[in-house]
């Protein structure tokens, strides 16, 4: 069976992308794609691989979480999407390294699926605009691990790449930067659902909110029905037309203030980024989907 596991990151989706695939389920399903609620199967998945992480054994795990989705004997892949499998928000960054924690639960995990075509999909972010969304997370738990190292120059994205990859060697693994989100929105559904791409999502456009001004989306995915792109680069013309006059700059500023960060400090986290991304791009088993 086909696995998509959906692991965020954190402060990277809302959980925006599973809400399109479960308003598509019917149509999912009909092409023996099946996309649970996170509450169906996360506290299962996160209980067995606890127990594998301790020591334990967690014999029948696969078994017990196509039982809990209620997976159809023809399922040919079932869609995982959920940012607490990897961690739970406190634990998503130490203020040196994301995920910190991941090697153990990565590991559990893949004992939980052996056997099956496994495809990790995960979304990161620019530091400069992670920490500060992370410390206005209002975690104080978090938030004093981090105090200390607040500078975000060490922070590498790259680094929990390389942990997947080695950890997980055969599963493939697809990211995407958050910030491209708005260009390869559609690309990404597609992937990970799996599903052919002869038939567009329902609410695929209400994503859109959460950079536009009110009521623009409903305009963009209007244009876009009324004139459909000749081809993917003819889509993202038309969106970046759209985020250059409906773009709502307050959904979109990130208070930097708990930082204590000046703009030059936001810059070098930046260009950081940047290199890092270009090396995750570069790697291995590893594809990095760009507008």
Not at 8 to 14: E, K, M, V
Not at 106 to 131: D, K, T
Not at 235 to 255: H, N, S, W
């Amino acid at each position: 069976m086909e696995i998509a596991l959906h692991l965020g990151a954190h402060l990277t989706d809302d959980s925006q992308l599973r809400d399109c695939l479960l308003a598509n389920s019917d149509m999912l399903a009909a092409q023996g794609i099946v996309v649970p609620r996170a509450r169906a199967f996360q506290s299962l998945l996160n209980d067995a691989a606890d127990h594998i992480a301790s020591g334990h054994g967690a014999p029948g795990a696969f078994d017990r979480l196509l039982a809990s989705v209620e997976a159809p004997d023809d399922t040919r892949r079932l869609v995982l999407s959920a940012q607490r499998l990897l961690s739970r928000l406190p634990d998503a960054m130490d203020g040196t390294r994301f995920y910190p924690g991941a090697k153990r639960r990565l590991a559990a995990l893949r004992h939980i699926f052996a056997g099956q075509e496994v495809e990790i999909f995960l979304a990161i972010r620019n530091p400069a605009s992670f920490v500060p969304a992370y410390l206005g997370t209002g975690r104080a738990q978090a938030q004093g691990e981090v105090d200390a190292h607040a500078s975000g120059t060490d922070l590498r994205w790259s680094q929990l790449i390389e942990e997947i990859r080695t950890v997980w060697p055969e599963a493939r693994l697809t990211l995407w930067c958050d910030e491209d989100t708005p260009f390869i929105w559609h690309r990404v559904l597609r992937l990970v659902a799996g599903h052919s791409p002869a038939q567009e999502f329902e609410h695929s456009f209400n994503w859109f909110d959460t950079v536009l001004v009110e009521g623009a989306s409903q305009k963009l995915a209007a244009y876009l029905e009324a004139s459909p792109p000749i081809d993917e680069a003819h889509r993202q013309k038309v969106i970046a037309v759209f985020l250059d006059k409906f773009c709502d700059d307050q959904k979109l500023d990130i208070d930097v203030s708990v930082t204590g960060w000046d703009d030059a400090h936001v810059d070098l986290l930046t260009e950081l980024y940047e290199a890092d991304t270009a090396r995750i791009a570069a790697m291995d088993g590893v594809t990095l989907i760009q507008p």
